[in-house]
């Protein structure tokens, strides 16, 4: 067991996922302070950080009429003497000595007109040097990880076993993984500081391609689980209303290629923009599946969307079945060659289901993991997992290494771009009162979204959806409005769609249940509450509900933050229409956020490393090729994180 580390602290570590001596020399800093800079007290410069050391000439304890507790030091050296200030730390009594000499940190500021340090640091581990802010918890502060890891250093890094080969390290001017662990800790300065996370950034991105590669490598062993002959597409095209975009046409090229190999099933991400035309392809894969008699299934992620999606495919199919918590169908009972389309209730009686031969899963991240059971047989269906989350081409470089990815970034011909305008607060009664004319004048329908469905005694700011509807309901009298989210059961939810569907209501006030996948092709107006507590990809998602017919659409996205970043943010949005341009801009703006998380499932997380980092990841497959190259039966294994022996703090 490290020193002071017992049961209780290792209880509040584990809150920060730390639960070996691996995790703790991995709990990286967040940001740095350089306290490096030291000097005498005569040297001391307001707004400058700095390092001084002085006898402490006086301690006090004051208690100020408005109770508040400060501790007042003064110290002195040879060239003069400052005041030190804290507030609320009364155990520093226990601490600072009068008599003694100490070293103090902190920035220079002016109190009572005297050059004061506020709150300064104390002692070795904090003066003196580039200090680490760490991710902390109750009980666990930066000073006890900076103590904590100063004083084990050594017995942390003891163990550390480098990866990468010797050469590799050489050839690409790296550090040693023990000396950069060493310095991302504790850094000599601050140009071997960058030198150290340059290096971690580089293991990081590896341990991504590597896993990646290794899963292609793994699915490449597999054989088709059925074998399908090429059968031609007439009947289906015969039933569209529209022309295919080249990138569909691409697409699907590259969906069919994969489909009739002889050697390995299909492992393809379909990427589309919201309102691409990603359906039409799943129902293209399912109809050469069924000409192969072959079953196929659709995953959808909520059952709005199967039942959605089941009335599309069965435009164009039959033997089309939909199978959600609500609506049952006997499995043992179905054709060979039909298509299921249905909810998370499949993957509880796959006993039941026949070989299948294709699975298509609809924003795979919504379902977690259970969907993988589908492919632990030794021969898996072909799979072509579809996505409206654009992703930038930086993470399907590093994380989709171990897919094949079809990109649709056009849209549809008879598309037209929807308009977009942030509306200041001074103008949602203007709003409103264009919205009932225009609902009146066209006939056309609108969603009204609200991040709650309640209000929020912690947040009273953020709009809530059955607030709203009330509002809403005596604002604009002449209109039929209904109020839907997660809370009301599926049997009046689907009647309130339904009525939706046949223009009964006007303006549906929802939560965001209706982020993915509702096409009403009639709603021509979306309006977003408190748009700001949303990240951009949801906005785009909730933006893409609209715009959907052959009439011009318009969203409207209220915020009651007046925050110049949040602004900015939805000013992006009101400009760009292009899913993949607003990726770009959230992974450049707030890192990978949603987009990231959204695809990441399964993979080693990301501390230092920049996914939009073009030339850190191009180095890190340059080295990855390097590797294999050298050594062709490296373990590639060395890479992901865990996969060597680690020391526990209990040892």
């Not at 109750?138 to 480098?162: C, E, H, M, P, V």
């Not at 295919?244 to 691409?250: A, E, F, N, P, W």
């Not at 298509?339 to 993957?347: D, F, K, N």
Request: glycine share 4%.
């Amino acid at each position: 067991m490290l020193p002071g580390i017992g049961p209780k602290t290792i209880e509040k570590l584990n809150k920060l996922d730390i639960f070996d001596t691996h995790d703790l020399i991995y709990h990286f800093p967040t940001r740095y302070v350089d306290f490096s800079h030291t000097v005498k007290i005569s040297e001391v410069q307001i707004g400058q950080n700095s390092t001084i050391s002085g006898k402490i000439i006086s301690f006090q304890n004051i208690f100020t009429r408005s109770h508040k507790n400060i501790q007042k030091a003064t110290i002195r050296d040879n060239s003069g003497s400052i005041n030190l200030i804290w507030f609320n730390q009364p155990y520093l009594n226990k601490i600072l000595t009068v008599g003694e000499t100490c070293s103090f940190a902190g920035e220079a500021s002016l109190y009572l007109n005297k050059a004061t340090l506020i709150a300064p640091l104390i002692g070795k581990y904090h003066t003196g040097k580039i200090i680490a802010i760490y991710p902390e918890t109750k009980g666990l502060t930066s000073a006890w990880f900076r103590k904590t890891i100063q004083n084990n250093i050594s017995l942390l890094t003891k163990n550390i076993i480098d990866p990468l080969p010797q050469n590799i390290i050489k050839k690409n001017n790296l550090l040693t993984l023990q000396n950069a662990l060493w310095q991302i800790h504790c850094p000599t300065n601050l140009a071997i500081l960058n030198q150290a996370r340059f290096r971690l950034s580089i293991d990081e991105i590896l341990s991504i391609q590597s896993l990646s590669f290794l899963q292609k490598k793994s699915w490449e062993k597999f054989k088709p689980s059925v074998i399908f002959k090429d059968f031609d597409l007439k009947p289906i095209f015969k039933k569209l209303k529209f022309e295919l975009t080249k990138s569909q046409i691409k697409a699907w090229g590259e969906i069919k290629e994969d489909l009739l190999s002889l050697t390995k099933p299909m492992n393809r991400l379909l990427c589309g923009d919201v309102g691409s035309g990603k359906t039409i392809l799943a129902v293209f894969a399912s109809y050469l599946a069924q000409k192969n008699n072959s079953l196929s299934i659709f995953l959808a992620p909520t059952e709005i969307l199967a039942q959605q999606h089941f009335q599309t495919f069965s435009k164009f199919l039959n033997k089309v079945y939909l199978l959600t918590t609500n609506s049952k169908i006997n499995l043992k009972k179905i054709p060979k060659n039909s298509i299921i389309i249905s909810t998370h209730a499949i993957l509880y009686q796959q006993k039941n289901l026949p070989k299948v031969g294709l699975l298509v899963i609809d924003e795979q991240h919504k379902f977690g993991v259970k969907q993988r059971s589908f492919l632990s047989s030794l021969n898996p269906p072909h799979t072509l997992t579809m996505t409206a989350t654009p992703i930038p081409r930086t993470i399907s470089l590093t994380l989709l290494g171990n897919l094949n990815l079809s990109t649709l970034d056009e849209m549809p011909k008879d598309r037209i771009p929807i308009k977009t305008f942030v509306v200041p607060k001074n103008k949602t009664h203007d709003c409103y009162l264009w919205l009932q004319k225009h609902i009146q004048d066209s006939k056309e329908q609108a969603f009204f979204v609200c991040p709650f469905i309640d209000i929020s005694e912690s947040m009273a700011t953020v709009k809530a959806a059955s607030e709203e509807f009330e509002k809403i309901s005596k604002f604009l009298p002449t209109l039929n409005l209904a109020l839907i989210h997660g809370k009301i059961k599926n049997t009046p939810r689907q009647k309130i769609l339904d009525d939706f569907a046949k223009n009964k209501i006007n303006i549906l006030v929802t939560t965001p249940i209706i982020e993915v996948g509702i096409d009403y092709p009639n709603a021509s107006t979306i309006i977003i509450e408190s748009a700001d507590r949303f990240g951009l990809a949801q906005l785009h998602q909730l933006r893409g509900r609209v715009g959907r017919g052959d009439k011009q659409s318009y969203c409207y996205l209220f915020s009651q933050s007046d925050n110049e970043k949040s602004m900015n943010r939805l000013k992006f949005l009101e400009k760009n229409n292009s899913g993949f341009k607003i990726a770009e801009f959230d992974l450049k703006t707030r890192g990978p956020g949603e987009i990231f998380s959204t695809i990441q499932h399964g993979f080693p997380s990301l501390k230092l490393a920049d996914i939009s980092n073009i030339k850190l990841i191009s180095l890190s497959e340059q080295i990855l090729q390097e590797i294999l190259k050298s050594d062709p039966q490296f373990n590639l294994n060395l890479l992901i994180p865990h996969s060597t022996q680690s020391l526990h703090l209990n040892n």
